[in-house]
């Protein structure tokens, strides 16, 4: 017991022999299960289209694109609208496809089957240098979409369309996003322009609420205040001269009288004092005497005749002196009236100029908010102006197709063989599946055999000697047809499975390509 048992061989091709019933029979069994696989399994066809993604003609130094997003972006954004339960019901209504599921599957079912199994949307990558930062990155160059089914036109028809999706998509959502930028812009653009005119509006009531506080009359307003100043003090030092003169004049008015008769009077009170004086010296006769009698005689007939024309005219100043000081007392009085006047309106300018000064931090700090504000506002509709124009650009650029757009290059065609199933694998594996199943049978029924065919067989199972053996005895005639028969069946065998091999190879050939003439014509 536990001995190893050996076998050469001879023993393997004894064995084979004897069970080559359990053998051939597992064999042939798998292979023509696997042919029945293979002829049963419909074909499954594919058909594929290729979708290079161009950038656009311009260089974007000249039109900037209105585009924010990626091609890849975009690309998968295209593909999320496509993949939806609407696009895909219509291709299936459209198409007539998955007649045979409808009827044992929901729509949502047979739309996920599609979507999951049947379409295939693959990208193909490249490294490029990204003209917008200028570092080198992988980038997606084009895509592929591929349709399955079992019919070869029909799938040739739907990843055409698939890929009319694409193109159609593309130029929709650039069309849309081009369009809804251009728009956007230009509503904003509206916006602040009417920001810009209620701005200019506010800055022209401020303006008009302070004309005079203005920051751009500042050096107007220091200049006049500061002339203000030096001309109030010089009328005040000229009302004081004034002042002065008049208090003098006025002092030699008063000692001089207004009119010439009270001056005769005088002096004929002087000629009289004087003529008692000479009396008292000389006689009548002395000629001071007389010359003064003389004199007192023409002053008292003048006296009386100035009393009879004072009688008839009111009295006036007559005093030639007297008149003179009174007219330049009276200039100098007009001149103090007309420097006070003068005094009281530089005063009242000068208070003005003081009070607009005072203003002026105010007035500024709020003319100058509104006037950042205006310009701020003025420069984001420069730029929104810039902008719309740039976006009118590039939205010519996108009708005209000039700009990052899908180009098709490689259309979807008619597949002549399917992608599954795979005949000829199917096949190897099922002989070599055959193939083992008849040698595990083999080895099955040899292990479960206790038959002894040898001496060794004997001595292995019993604790005794073996004297003698008596070998087979074979005659040459039945030596040869053994040998014959063996030959016979395993040159039909070999024979029968290569013709049996290459007739349905051939056979599958030809039924694919049967196949695909026939959907093709109709």
Known sequence: MGEEIRMSVKDLVAVAKRRALAIA????????????????????????????????????????????????????????RIMSASRLME?????????????????????????TKDITFETVTADVVDPRTGKPTEATIAFTVSYEGRNPVIVQQVANALASLYLEENIKVVGQQTESATKFLEE??????????????????????????????????????????????????????????????????????????NQDKERLKELRV??????????????????????IAELEKKLRTQANEQSEVPAKPDNPAYIALASELASVQSKISSAKQQIEEIDRKRNEYRRRLEMYPRVAEGYMNLMVERNNT????????????????????????????????????????????NRPLILLLGIMLGLGAGIGSASIQEASDRSVRQSEDLTRSFPLPVLAEVPEIVTLKDELKSRKRLKIIMGVSVISLTILALVVHFFIMDLDILWARVMRRL
């Open 25 to 80: 029979i597992p064999a042939v069994t798998v292979f023509l299960l696997s042919v029945i696989v293979v002829i049963v399994w419909k074909p499954v066809y594919r058909s594929t289209c290729t979708i290079l993604i161009e950038d656009q003609e311009m260089p974007r130094e000249y039109v900037t694109p209105t585009l924010t997003s990626y091609a890849e972006q975009r690309l998968q954004t295209i593909h999320q």
């Open 91 to 115: 291709l299936i209504n459209r198409f007539d496809l998955y007649a045979d599921e409808r009827k044992r599957l929901t729509t949502e079912e047979i739309i996920e089957e599609m979507r």
């Open 188 to 261: 904003e653009m509206r916006a602040v322009q009417a920001t810009l005119a209620e701005l200019e509006k506010r800055i022209a009531a401020y303006k008009e609420r302070n004309t005079r506080a203005l920051p751009e009359l500042l050096q107007f307003n220091l200049q006049t205040l500061d002339w203000s100043e030096r001309n109030y003090d010089q009328l005040k030092d000229e009302l004081r001269a004034l002042q002065e003169r008049e208090s003098y004049l006025q002092t030699q008015l008063a000692t001089v009288a207004p009119d010439t008769i």
């Open 274 to 295: 004087l003529l008692v004086s000479l009396k008292a010296r000389y006689s009548d006769e002395y000629p001071d005497v007389r010359k003064t009698k003389a004199e």
């Open 378 to 421: 003025q420069a984001k509709y420069d730029d929104l102006m810039k902008k719309v124009m740039e976006a009118k650009v590039a939205r010519g650029l996108e009708r005209e197709q000039m700009g990052t757009r899908f180009t098709l290059i490689d259309p979807a065609r008619l597949p002549e063989k399917p992608v599954r199933p």
